[in-house]
C-alpha cells in the first residue's frame, strides 16, 4: 500500500518572487481553511506532507522543476534515519559495519552516502524524521534498542570505538593545514606506518609543502593520515578520486590490509576498485537530493552485478531501465571504416620531461581509449592533438576540427546552464534522447554555472565538447567527480553519440571499467612519470590490455553473470594461471 509522501523543494532553483505562487493556485484544497501548500516569512513554499495527496500538480505547475513529489511503500515511513528539514532529502536506513571486514556503499551523487557516513562516524546524529528536535547520543541509543547499532553508539558514546575518516573534500586540507607534508604526517600519526607511507610511495612527498601537492598526491598523503592514526573503525569517502590505475591498486591493498583488524566503510564510484576493496556493498538508490535507500548488505560481487544489471533482486526494486553489456575485447572497428586522419609520429619537449608519440591512423567510428599512470603525457599528447599546445617539430598539423574538454574544468561566467547550453542545439530531439536526458541535465537548467558541484561540472563540460560539431572528440578524464550510475550512463552515451555521428573519439581515463566499456582499441602510455613517457598504439583492445595489466602485474578475469572485468587475487591460482599464459585480460 502506497501512502508515504515525500515533498521537497530544491531552494536553489525556487524563484518564488517569479512565479506568481503557481504551486499553491493550483493545489487541490485538502481541509477548509488550510492549505497543503504554505509560504514562510523567508518567502519559501512549504508543502505538509501530511495533507498532500501526492497528486503532483505543484510538481508540473513549477516552471522551475523545483518541486518533487514521491510516493513511497508506507513500510519505509518506519525506517527513516534522518531528514535535514522540512520538505528537505531523507535517509532511510543505514549500512552495516563488520570488524575485520571492508562495507562499501555506491550509488548517486545526492542519495545519502556521505550522510551515512557521518552518521555512522559520529559526526551526525541522526532524527528519524523529527528535525524539529536536538537529538542526544542518549535518543539515538534509545531509539536503536536491541540492535547492532545501539551496541555501536554506546560504544561511541564511551569512547570505546575510536573512529579515523579520510575525507572527501581533500582540497579543504591545504586551507587548514600550513606546513610539509612530512609534518602533517607525524602529527598525526599513533603507530607504525612506514609500511603505509611505502606502499604509497608518500615518503617522496615529505619536503614538500602541503599547498603544493596535486590532487593524487593529496590524495594519498590523506589517506596516509587517516590510517596512521590507531582507530577502531575506518571510513573513506571517495579515496580514488585523482589517482590513477597504479595507485588506485596500492590503496585498494592498503585498505585490505588494515580491515584484517579493524572495520572499514567505503564509499567509490569506480567499481573495479570498490570490488577488489569490499567484502560486502550496499547499493543506495532513491531520487538524488530527495530520498535514499540502503539497500540490505550483499556480497561485493552480487552487489555490483546488481548495480551492473539495474535490478536489486532481494528488494524486488529496478534501480535503471537497463542493463550493461560488456563487449568481447577481441572486436575492433571493420577494416573497410575510412580513415579520417592519422596521428604523426612527433615529440613533445619540456624541461625535465620528454613524450614520444607513435604515428596511427583513426578511422571512422572509432573510440580509442587511452590508459597509463600520472606523469606520463597522456594530457600533453591531447593538447598537442587537440593544437592548445606544439610539438617539438611542429608536424602535428591536423586539418580536421576537433572538440577537446580539458582535464581540468574552469568555467568562470555568471550564466545558467540553460544559457551556456543554448548556443548549441541542445534542445533537439536527437541530442535530447543521446545527450542530456541521459546525463540528467534538465534538473541542472536553471543553476548558476558558478554554483554546481563538480560532478555537474563534469556532464556539463561533456554535453558541451559532444554538442559542437567535430571529426574528432578529445576527452580528457570524463569521469572525475561522476558518481556511479552517471559513469554507467556515460559508457553508453559516448559510444552511440559518437558512432552514430560516424567521428571518433579519443577518451582518456583512469576508470578501467568505463574504458573497458568503451573502447575498440586502446593506447597506452609507457615511461617513467614526470621524466619520460612514450604512447603506443592504438592497438587492439585485447593486446593494449595485456600489455597495460603487465606493467602493473595485475590479472583481470570476466564475471561469468555480467561479462565484467574483475581483478584477480595477487598469487591466486587464477592469477599465477594467466600470467603464465600471458593473458593478464581473460577472455
Known amino acids: 500500500m502506497v501512502s508515504l509522501k515525500v515533498a521537497v523543494i530544491n531552494r536553489d532553483v525556487c524563484r518564488f518572487d517569479k512565479c506568481n505562487h503557481e504551486c499553491q493556485r493550483f493545489c487541490p484544497p485538502q481541509i477548509s481553511g488550510k492549505k497543503v501548500v504554505e509560504f514562510g516569512s523567508d518567502g519559501y513554499p512549504t508543502i505538509d506532507e501530511v495533507l498532500c495527496i501526492g497528486c503532483g500538480i505543484c510538481e508540473k505547475k513549477c516552471p522551475f522543476e523545483a518541486i518533487k513529489i514521491v510516493n513511497l511503500p508506507s513500510e519505509y515511513g518506519k525506517e527513516k534515519i534522518h531528514q535535514y528539514g522540512p520538505n528537505s532529502f531523507r535517509l532511510y536506513r543505514l549500512p552495516i559495519l563488520k570488524k575485520g571486514k571492508v562495507v562499501g556503499a555506491a550509488g548517486m551523487n545526492g542519495i545519502g552516502k556521505t550522510t551515512a557516513l557521518k552518521i555512522l562516524s559520529g559526526n551526525l546524529l541522526p532524527n528519524f524524521g523529527d528535525y524539529e528536535k536536538e537529538q542526544s547520543i542518549d535518543d539515538v541509543i534509545r531509539y536503536f534498542k536491541g540492535t547492532i547499532y545501539a551496541d555501536y553508539f554506546r560504544g561511541l558514546k564511551n569512547g570505546e570505538i575510536r573512529i579515523s575518516i579520510k575525507p572527501q573534500a581533500i582540497y579543504e586540507i591545504p586551507k587548514v593545514y600550513k606546513g610539509s607534508v612530512k609534518e602533517l604526517v607525524e602529527k598525526y600519526s599513533e603507530g607504525e606506518n612506514q609500511e603505509i607511507i611505502k606502499e604509497l610511495e608518500v615518503e617522496k612527498l615529505f619536503e614538500k609543502q602541503v599547498s603544493e601537492l596535486s590532487g593524487g598526491e593529496l590524495q594519498k598523503v590523506a589517506i596516509v593520515v587517516a590510517l596512521s592514526r590507531k582507530a577502531d573503525y575506518y571510513f573513506f569517502d571517495e579515496p580514488s578520486s585523482?589517482?590513477?590505475?597504479?595507485?588506485?591498486?596500492?590503496?585498494?591493498?592498503?585498505?585490505?590490509?588494515?580491515?584484517?583488524?579493524?572495520?572499514?566503510?567505503?564509499?567509490?564510484?569506480?567499481?573495479?576498485?570498490?570490488d577488489y576493496a569490499s567484502d560486502y556493498i550496499h547499493i543506495l538508490y532513491g531520487e538524488p537530493a530527495v530520498y535514499g535507500i540502503v539497500s540490505r548488505?550483499?556480497?561485493?560481487?552480487?552487489?555490483?552485478?546488481?548495480?551492473?544489471?539495474?535490478?536489486?533482486?532481494?528488494?524486488?526494486?529496478?534501480?535503471?531501465?537497463?542493463?550493461?553489456?560488456?563487449r568481447n575485447p577481441d572486436l575492433s572497428p571493420a577494416e573497410e571504416s575510412n580513415v579520417l586522419f592519422t596521428v604523426p609520429k612527433f615529440r613533445k619537449s619540456y624541461p625535465g620531461f620528454t613524450l614520444n608519440v607513435e604515428g596511427k591512423e583513426v578511422k571512422e567510428g572509432q573510440i580509442i581509449g587511452g590508459l597509463g599512470p600520472n606523469g606520463i603525457g597522456k594530457t600533453t599528447f591531447l593538447k598537442v592533438l587537440a593544437g592548445v599546445e606544439k610539438d617539438d617539430e611542429g608536424v602535428v598539423n591536423i586539418n580536421i576540427k576537433i572538440s577537446y574538454k580539458p582535464q581540468y574544468l574552469?568555467?568562470?561566467?555568471?550564466?545558467?546552464?540553460?544559457?551556456?547550453?543554448?548556443?548549441?542545439?541542445?534542445?533537439?530531439?536527437?541530442?535530447?534522447?543521446?545527450?542530456?536526458?541521459?546525463?540528467?541535465?534538465?534538473?541542472?537548467?536553471?543553476?548558476?554555472?558558478?554554483?554546481?558541484?563538480?560532478?555537474e561540472l563534469q556532464k556539463v563540460a561533456i554535453a558541451i565538447a559532444l554538442l559542437q560539431d567535430a571529426t574528432l572528440y578529445v576527452l580528457d578524464e570524463p569521469s572525475a567527480f561522476?558518481?556511479?550510475?552517471?559513469?554507467?550512463?556515460?559508457?553508453?552515451?559516448?559510444?552511440?553519440?559518437?558512432?552514430?555521428?560516424?567521428?571518433?573519439?579519443?577518451?582518456?581515463?583512469?576508470?578501467?571499467?568505463?574504458?573497458?566499456?568503451?573502447?575498440?582499441?586502446?593506447?597506452?602510455?609507457?615511461?617513467?612519470?614526470?621524466?619520460?613517457?612514450?604512447?603506443?598504439?592504438?592497438?587492439?583492445?585485447?593486446?593494449?590490455?595485456?600489455?597495460?595489466?603487465?606493467?602493473?602485474?595485475?590479472?583481470?578475469?570476466?564475471?561469468?553473470?555480467?561479462?565484467?572485468?574483475r581483478v584477480n587475487k595477487p598469487g591466486s591460482k587464477l592469477d599465477r594461471e594467466q600470467k603464465e599464459k600471458g593473458e593478464y585480460y581473460y577472455v
Open 410 to 455: 574552469e568555467i568562470n561566467q555568471d550564466i545558467t546552464v540553460e544559457s551556456l547550453l543554448s548556443k548549441f542545439e541542445w534542445n533537439s530531439t536527437e541530442n535530447l534522447n543521446l545527450l542530456v536526458t541521459p546525463l540528467r541535465l534538465e534538473k541542472l537548467l536553471q543553476k548558476n554555472i558558478s554554483q554546481i558541484s563538480g560532478g
Open 482 to 565: 561522476l558518481d556511479v550510475e552517471d559513469r554507467i550512463a556515460l559508457s553508453k552515451i559516448l559510444p552511440n553519440y559518437i558512432k552514430r555521428k560516424g567521428r571518433a573519439g579519443i577518451i582518456i581515463d583512469h576508470d578501467l571499467m568505463l574504458i573497458d566499456l568503451i573502447s575498440d582499441s586502446i593506447m597506452v602510455f609507457k615511461g617513467i612519470p614526470n621524466v619520460s613517457g612514450e604512447a603506443i598504439g592504438p592497438l587492439p583492445k585485447r593486446e593494449a590490455m595485456n600489455s597495460f595489466l603487465r606493467e602493473i602485474g595485475l590479472t583481470y578475469r570476466r564475471d561469468e553473470q555480467t561479462g565484467r572485468p
Open 242 to 274: 585523482y589517482l590513477d590505475v597504479f595507485n588506485r591498486h596500492s590503496v585498494a591493498k592498503v585498505i585490505k590490509k588494515i580491515s584484517e583488524k579493524a572495520g572499514v566503510f567505503l564509499v567509490e564510484h569506480d567499481l573495479t576498485f570498490l
Open 297 to 326: 548488505p550483499m556480497s561485493s560481487s552480487e552487489g555490483i552485478n546488481e548495480l551492473i544489471e539495474g535490478e536489486i533482486k532481494q528488494e524486488n526494486v529496478r534501480i535503471r531501465s537497463y542493463t550493461i553489456k560488456f
